[in-house]
């Protein structure tokens, strides 16, 4: 296994801005970085799930064809758009009621989302093959790419959460928070065209 350039690969594919990224950063700007940990524990566990259930093979058959890929690949820039859509309207949290406000998606949506989000399964479809060797037993490499990306993905969510507090900070008035929101939404869905082409 070449653990430098692995650890490379996933510090890059993991803190470049992307879907994941990028909902965490608007949620912690409205919600602060507490009531988003859960989500980004789902996206951490989620995604290290999924490299393994794709290293496994259990992802080949929708690979192998054409018009569940493409299924999958429109289902998820759909639901992306949807939640662009979210992050854009979010009304900015009322004084008093910042507790009571809930980030976009928890543990449970975070860790499912990872199986709509384009860009995992491009990492995924990407790391498997990249840093295996064939001709060695491919269980342990593929838990230590898994375990890699655990080690690796909730660092990277960090500091977009770190961005997206500070960014919270600064735009303390609904007006500015609605502008930032929408940011966030227009990155999002500009994160899809290089996915869609």
Same mark, same amino acid.
Request: aromatic residues 8%; positive net charge.
């Given at each position: 296994?070449?653990?430098?350039?692995?650890?490379?690969?996933?510090?890059?594919?993991?803190?470049?801005?992307?879907?994941?990224?990028?909902?965490?950063?608007?949620?912690?700007?409205?919600?602060?970085?507490?009531?988003?940990?859960?989500?980004?524990?789902?996206?951490?566990?989620?995604?290290?799930?999924?490299?393994?259930?794709?290293?496994?093979?259990?992802?080949?058959?929708?690979?192998?064809?054409?018009?569940?890929?493409?299924?999958?690949?429109? +289902?998820?820039?759909? #639901?992306?758009?949807?939640? @662009? !859509?979210? $992050? %854009?309207? *979010?009304?900015? &949290?009322?004084?008093?009621?910042?507790?009571?406000?809930?980030?976009?998606?928890?543990?449970?949506?975070? +860790?499912?989302?990872? #199986?709509?989000?384009?860009? @995992? !399964?491009? $990492? %995924?479809? *990407?790391?498997? &093959?990249?840093?295996?060797?064939?001709?060695?037993?491919?269980?342990?490499?593929?838990?230590?790419?898994?375990?890699?990306?655990?080690?690796?993905?909730?660092?990277?969510?960090?500091?977009?959460?770190?961005?997206?507090?500070?960014?919270?900070?600064?735009?303390?008035?609904?007006?500015?928070?609605?502008?930032?929101?929408?940011?966030?939404?227009?990155?999002?869905?500009?994160?899809?065209?290089?996915?869609?082409?």
């Amino acid at each position: 296994m070449d653990w430098l350039p692995l650890f490379g690969f996933a510090i890059a594919s993991s803190v470049t801005p992307g879907p994941n990224v990028l909902m965490v950063a608007a949620a912690a700007a409205g919600h602060g970085m507490r009531r988003v940990l859960p989500h980004m524990l789902g996206i951490t566990v989620g995604f290290g799930g999924m490299i393994l259930l794709v290293g496994l093979g259990l992802a080949g058959p929708l690979l192998a064809s054409r018009l569940l890929h493409e299924v999958l690949r429109w +289902a998820g820039a759909a #639901w992306l758009l949807v939640l @662009a !859509w979210k $992050i %854009a309207t *979010a009304p900015p &949290p009322q004084p008093g009621q910042a507790a009571a406000a809930r980030p976009p998606l928890g543990f449970i949506g975070g +860790a499912l989302f990872q #199986w709509v989000n384009p860009k @995992a !399964w491009m $990492i %995924a479809a *990407a790391v498997v &093959p990249a840093f295996t060797r064939p001709g060695e037993p491919m269980l342990p490499q593929i838990l230590a790419i898994a375990l890699v990306f655990l080690a690796i993905t909730m660092p990277c969510l960090l500091v977009w959460a770190g961005i997206g507090v500070s960014a919270g900070r600064v735009l303390r008035s609904p007006a500015r928070l609605r502008a930032f929101n929408i940011a966030m939404a227009l990155l999002l869905v500009a994160s899809l065209v290089p996915m869609l082409r």
